[in-house]
């Protein structure tokens, strides 16, 4: 036992015994927690903490005692750390007995400290929202900003964030309805940008003028008054916007778009129709309010479309299906699923087109329906048009639910189905 006492010792000795690079990465694999206990040791790890690049403070859990010990622990040691480069510095507080100021000094002293990453998660107080130091708006260095929660966005004139590639919004507040746009004029260099709204977050207009970016993430919640994105190197969108009123909405073209995933219900189907054109993969929700809706106007083609996902969760989405697959020529892969939080009912509604769109004579390759088959007679009708026209298919696979009744009538009708493609391997499985 002693032995084995001594070898511990020696194995420590050993490890003090390396260079500050050294055990700084060492470190710097465990949570920052961990990494401030070991100043406990020895006087040879007693300051190496405060070298550390990678800071993460949490109240996860946390008694109100402890809560006190971190706020004390950080007044007292954060303007002493040492580390020449702070690659990051993470907050995540849930507990009222952290004060906004207490944030808001931290905050300023870690933005001296050419800071690279801020990360900050904070709910503690929903009414002092004021947690950010105009400082951190012109910090040279910062490359990633995030910020969720009880945050007031507040922008000072005559500041720049020129190095910032990276920024998410989520559940924050702004100051004013163009705080947002502000924001984004200070950050010539972004590239990738998330908006997370919230009923009460204060925007009235989302206007995304950055050239630069190339992706973007908006969940707008609220109704606005003006919605404008000029994106011209946009890569990836991904975007949620409920909007029944009619508001000034204009989106540019984007030739660059090779992803996207849209989800909305609002007037103006068209112009967004007409920028995306030009995706590779698209998955799409939309909101028809009847069959006399107009899908979303002519003259539009999907010429690089190859996956396309419809989620099925509205009764007239078969119109939208037909028209996508007449506007998509090179479309290889086809699922029909329910967004998360969405409920796949199914359809409804089923009219034959009269002509075989030209994906399915020529590149369809796999056709999915994971959202949950039930055999309705519009289903099998669709399901079937699509095994009875499709030349290239290789795999159609249909999930449905286990606890169906008849679900082995219904599968076995598609599976006698007269099929285009020779090659082509039904596959059933349970959801």
Request: proline letters at 4%.
């Amino acid at each position: 036992m002693r032995t084995r006492k001594l070898t511990k010792i020696q194995a420590m000795d050993r490890i003090s015994e390396l260079p500050d690079e050294v055990l700084i990465k060492i470190l710097n694999l465990v949570e920052t927690k961990v990494a401030v206990s070991t100043s406990a040791l020895s006087k040879r790890w007693e300051f190496l903490w405060m070298l550390l690049p990678k800071l993460t403070y949490s109240t996860k859990d946390y008694s109100e005692s402890d809560c006190e010990s971190l706020r004390s622990f950080l007044h007292r040691n954060l303007p002493l750390h040492r580390a020449p480069v702070l690659e990051r510095f993470c907050l995540k507080f849930h507990h009222s007995h952290l004060e906004p100021l207490d944030v808001k000094l931290w905050v300023l002293a870690v933005v001296s400290r050419c800071l690279r990453e801020l990360k900050i998660n904070y709910s503690s107080h929903p009414d002092k929202q004021d947690i950010l130091p105009s400082s951190l708006y012109a910090c040279k260095f910062l490359v990633t900003l995030k910020l969720k929660g009880s945050i007031l966005v507040d922008v000072p004139r005559m500041v720049s964030l020129s190095c910032l590639k990276t920024l998410q919004l989520i559940e924050v507040t702004y100051l004013s309805e163009d705080s947002l746009e502000r924001l984004l004029s200070i950050c010539p260099v972004l590239e990738d940008l998330m908006v997370n709204g919230h009923s009460d977050d204060n925007l009235e207009d989302v206007v995304v003028l950055v050239p630069s970016l190339e992706r973007l993430t908006l969940d707008i919640c609220s109704d606005i008054d003006e919605f404008v994105i000029k994106t011209p190197s946009l890569k990836y969108l991904k975007l949620k916007y409920y909007n029944s009123w009619s508001h000034y909405f204009s989106i540019k073209k984007m030739s660059k778009l090779r992803e996207a995933h849209i989800n909305v219900s609002f007037p103006y189907m068209k112009k967004l129709i007409k920028s995306i054109t030009c995706v590779k993969e698209l998955t799409f929700c939309a909101v028809l309010n009847s069959l006399e809706d107009d899908v979303y106007g002519d003259g539009f083609v999907f010429n690089q479309l190859e996956h396309l996902k419809l989620c099925i969760c509205e009764e007239h989405v078969s119109r939208l299906l037909v028209r996508l697959l007449k506007d998509s020529p090179k479309l290889q892969v086809l699922e029909l699923f329910g967004m998360e939080n969405h409920s796949p009912d199914g359809v409804y509604f089923w009219n034959q087109p009269s002509t075989v769109p030209e994906c399915m004579l020529s590149s369809l390759k796999t056709f999915k329906w994971s959202g949950g088959y039930l055999g309705r007679p519009e289903e099998r009708d669709l399901a079937t048009f699509i095994l009875q026209n499709a030349h290239c298919l290789q795999t159609a696979t249909i999930l449905s639910e286990s606890s169906l009744v008849p679900k082995l009538d219904m599968l076995k009708e598609l599976a006698l189905s007269p099929r285009a493609s020779t090659a082509c391997r039904l596959v059933f499985k349970d959801l």
